[in-house]
């Protein structure tokens, strides 16, 4: 079955850093967008970060942008996403994504991707 299975949650410092990586099984996703999307305690899923199929185009939430970086690895199959100057707003649930809908670009809706991941925590604490 396919799979996308995050890792490299955990609990970070306020203006610390940290890095998720997005393991794909199952299917190649060399053709496919990836994002990374979040969702905090009774808030809704918000778009943080995607790219498209070759890596040359990137979509952030403005309130990353410049603290954020995706990237990815088609030769492993994976997407990742540093963060990096941590607030406390960026405490969340954060899930990967993969879309092949629109591969080419970067999409920020939720219905270009249809496989997602189960999510790990991020928790950003003063």
């Known amino acids: 079955q396919v799979r996308l299975v995050e890792s490299g949650g955990g609990l970070v410092q306020t203006g610390g850093s940290l890095r998720l990586s997005c393991a794909a099984s199952?299917?190649?996703?060399?053709?496919?967008?990836m994002g990374w999307w979040r969702q905090a305690p009774g808030k809704e899923r918000e778009f943080v970060a995607s790219?498209?199929?070759?890596?040359?185009?990137?979509n952030y939430r403005y309130s990353v942008k410049g603290r954020f970086l995706i990237s990815r690895d088609n030769a492993k199959n994976a997407a990742y996403l540093q963060m990096n100057n941590m607030k406390d707003d960026d405490t969340a649930v954060y899930y990967c994504?993969?879309?092949?809908?629109?591969?080419?670009?970067?999409?920020?809706?939720?219905?270009?991707?249809?496989?997602w991941g189960q999510g790990t925590q991020v928790t950003v604490s003063s």
């Open positions: 994504a993969g879309g092949f809908r629109y591969g080419g670009v970067a999409p920020d809706t939720a219905d270009a991707y249809e496989y």
């Open positions: 199952g299917r190649v996703f060399t053709a496919a967008a």
């Open positions: 790219i498209n199929w070759t890596g040359d185009r990137t």
